[in-house]
């Protein structure tokens, strides 16, 4: 994790929380994209219904059609017969028809009905966690960046003795101002390595790398 490119902490309890809170991200999505799924599969069985119909109904039609065709045949009476039969058919084909729309309708029904459901939970708890994922990693970033210099290393330090409590300022120095202002640099790096840690930064592990 020493790595300005790594999104994540080098120390444990910063890190461990990270990963933790991917965790949960992960978890929370798959729950909800389960559920847009069950959504999906339950409005598509209208959809396969309606193209069910669609095809039944076709069939009806077809038969119909041939049947007319061959009562029309039959001397005498055969338009007689084949009337009502090709009137048959064609409201065959009109239920068909709306079989088909059913079909369509029901499919994109079933997607946006799934997306309706699962994207707002999933954005609500992703676009949070991906805000303070990517403030982290500036912060990271920025702090790596400053550590590998001396300059950035006062920068660093003067951060801590603006940022930092008391308490962990006087374990650095019992003076920590005066140090720092008298460029101490066993003081100034004890500053700066306050800071970073605050920032989930193992600053040995950095110093040694570098």
């Known amino acids: 994790m020493r790595s300005r ?3 994540y902490a080098s120390t444990p309890g910063r890190l461990l ?3 933790f809170s991917d965790i949960v991200v992960v978890l929370w999505t798959a ?3 389960f559920v847009g799924m069950a959504v999906h599969s339950a409005v598509a069985t209208v959809a396969e219904f309606g193209y069910r119909v669609e ?7 077809g038969n119909l059609d041939s049947a007319g065709n061959s009562a029309g045949n039959v001397p005498l009476i055969g338009d007689d017969l084949a009337k009502p039969l090709s009137a048959a058919g064609d409201a065959a084909r009109e239920i ?3 079989g088909q ?7 994109w029904l079933a997607w946006l009905l799934a997306l309706a459901v699962a994207a707002p939970p999933i954005l609500a708890l992703m676009m949070p966690w991906l805000f303070l994922r990517v403030r982290y990693f500036r912060r990271k970033w920025t702090a790596v960046t400053l550590a590998s210099t001396s300059a950035g290393e006062q920068l660093l330090a003067l951060r801590a003795l603006a940022n930092r409590p008391l308490p962990k300022l006087a374990a650095i120095h019992a003076d920590p101002v005066g140090a720092w202002r008298n460029q101490d640099p066993v003081a ?3 500053l700066a390595a306050l800071e970073l840690r605050a920032s989930g ?5 950095l110093w040694r790398a570098g």
Do not use: E, H, Y
Not at 55 to 61: L, R
Not at 101 to 107: N, Q, R
Not at 201 to 205: L, P, S
């Open 17 to 19: 929380s990270q990963l």
């Open 31 to 33: 729950v909800w994209v």
């Open 188 to 190: 100034i790096r004890g």
């Open 96 to 98: 068909a028809g709306a």
């Open 5 to 7: 490119w790594v999104p």
């Open 101 to 107: 729309s059913l079909g369509v309708t029901a499919g």
């Open 201 to 205: 930064i193992r600053a040995a592990n």
């Open 55 to 61: 095809s039944g109904a076709n069939g009806v039609a």
